[in-house]
């Protein structure tokens, strides 16, 4: 089975990487599996499919044993006045509110979102992937996007007390699947496929087939 490096140290990100590519018959392997030590890169683009690719190269700067798989996500609230845009800074924007960023803090910054706009909020996540490659002595780049359809993922006032630990997102936006509204933070891996992550597979399948080596 073919090899490629996931260029995160997010966990919950690791695991959508391992699924996805698993079911694209490759292997994902992370940096704790290698032993590497990277340096993260600066991010200065300002949309996620720009920003992964930016990520994707400079990982692949430091490493070139293996295609390089990066991702960057970025969600709009959609329909909120300009001072509860979080202009996909969640950190920052969660942060200057509360005093720190937490993932307890950034719940009840949405919720309190939803709350005045009356009890839920419009959201469209995009995803932005890029793979990045080592070829005659250059290293190639190629980016895609997946997005969800903001009629089909929402923040809401409501939080629920299932987490996801390092998205604070989870207990306060519902899914659209199968003709009902969940939280994400309590989506079955099967609920996962069909709202998210057969969007993400899509978009990798098109990266990896512009990649001679896989």
Request: aromatic letters at 10%.
């Amino acid at each position: 089975m073919k090899q490629i490096l996931i260029a995160t140290t997010n966990p919950g990100k690791i695991m959508t990487f391992k699924k996805i590519l698993s079911k694209l018959g490759y292997e994902g392997l992370s940096f704790s599996d290698l032993n590497l030590t990277l340096n993260e890169p600066d991010e200065t683009e300002l949309t996620a499919k720009a920003i992964a690719a930016e990520k994707a190269l400079g990982y692949a700067k430091q490493y070139k044993d293996l295609p390089v798989l990066a991702r960057d996500d970025t969600n709009t609230l959609i329909g909120v006045d300009e001072e509860d845009d979080l202009k996909n800074h969640n950190k920052e924007f969660i942060a200057r509110r509360m005093g720190e960023y937490s993932d307890e803090n950034g719940e009840k910054v949405l919720s309190e979102i939803a709350h005045k706009y009356g009890g839920e909020v419009p959201t469209r996540f995009d995803w932005g992937y890029a793979l990045a490659w080592h070829e005659n002595g250059e290293i190639k780049v190629v980016s895609a996007l997946a997005a969800t359809d903001p009629k089909d993922t929402k923040i809401v006032e409501k939080i629920s007390p299932k987490k996801v630990p390092g998205f604070c997102f989870a207990p306060v936006l519902k899914v659209f699947v199968d003709g009902e509204w969940k939280y994400d933070s309590e989506l079955s891996e099967e609920d996962s496929w069909k709202a998210y992550w057969n969007l993400q597979k899509d978009a990798i399948k098109g990266l990896i087939d512009q990649c001679p080596l896989l």
